[in-house]
T-cell receptor
Framework: AQKITQTQPGMFVQEKEAVTLDCTYDTSDQSYGLFWYKQPSSGEMIFLIY??????QNATEGRYSLNFQKARKSANLVISASQLGDSAMYFCAMREGGRGADGLTFGKGTHLIIQP | DAGVIQSPRHEVTEMGQEVTLRCKPI?????LFWYRQTMMRGLELLIY????????DSGMPEDRFSAKMPNASFSTLKIQPSEPRDSAVYFC?????????????FGPGTRLLVL
């Protein structure tokens, strides 16, 4: 079974609209971390936001927020007021186990295109 | 502060040649990760180090791949001999588990093409 599932291979969104990118995860660990990265066409991996499994509040970073629903094992990324520069691949990733331990497992990504 | 530095940024080589990819992590980070990105397999972890010691190399594809971290500021990923199926983007990332921050910060990647 996949550990990280991103069900939206591609999305088209009008500029200034809010966007929700879906991510579900599978783990039996109690301690884990969830991450979102952005990969523009230039290829670099840009960290966006992090949510720890014990964090009670949903993480927010500027226009990015993470809708964390632990019981559903869901960690959706919400981008408010989308901009043309938001067009990119978006990857959800999970770190299992204790802090710092182990590498990240990535989903297959969602290709987001913002239209003017 | 400088981020993770990788070199070379692009590498084109012929099958059978040795390839060495280099990485300098963010100063003060004690974890270093090597990932590979391909269209077929996506992003996958190859190996990671903690305090210069390899912790998990289960993602290394085969014996042709080797990685070292001789000191806290330098790591190499070597492929010998290289094959066309090794063509991919190789990312290095680093992190620290001190304080609240545990995010992995990625380098710009090395785009490898094996002909």
């Amino acid at each position: 079974a996949q550990k990280i599932t991103q069900t939206q291979p591609g999305m088209f969104v009008q500029e200034k609209e809010a966007v929700t990118l879906d991510c579900t995860y599978d783990t039996s660990d109690q301690s884990y971390g969830l991450f979102w990265y952005k990969q523009p066409s230039s290829g670099e991996m840009i960290f966006l936001i992090y949510q720890g499994s014990y964090d009670e509040q949903n993480a927010t970073e500027g226009r990015y927020s993470l809708n964390f629903q632990k019981a559903r094992k869901s960690a959706n990324l919400v981008i408010s007021a989308s901009q043309l520069g938001d067009s990119a691949m978006y990857f959800c990733a999970m770190r299992e186990g204790g802090r710092g331990a182990d590498g990240l497992t990535f989903g297959k990504g969602t290709h987001l295109i913002i239209q003017p | 502060d400088a981020g993770v530095i990788q070199s070379p940024r692009h590498e084109v080589t012929e099958m059978g040649q040795e390839v060495t990819l280099r990485c300098k992590p963010i100063s003060g980070h004690d974890y270093l990760f090597w990932y590979r990105q391909t269209m077929m397999r996506g992003l996958e972890l190859l190996i990671y180090f903690n305090n210069n010691v390899p912790i998990d190399d289960s993602g290394m594809p085969e014996d042709r791949f080797s990685a070292k971290m001789p000191n806290a500021s330098f790591s190499t990923l070597k492929i010998q001999p290289s094959e066309p199926r090794d063509s991919a983007v190789y990312f290095c990332a680093s992190s620290s588990d001190r304080g609240l921050e545990e995010t992995q910060y990625f380098g710009p990647g090395t785009r490898l093409l094996v002909l």
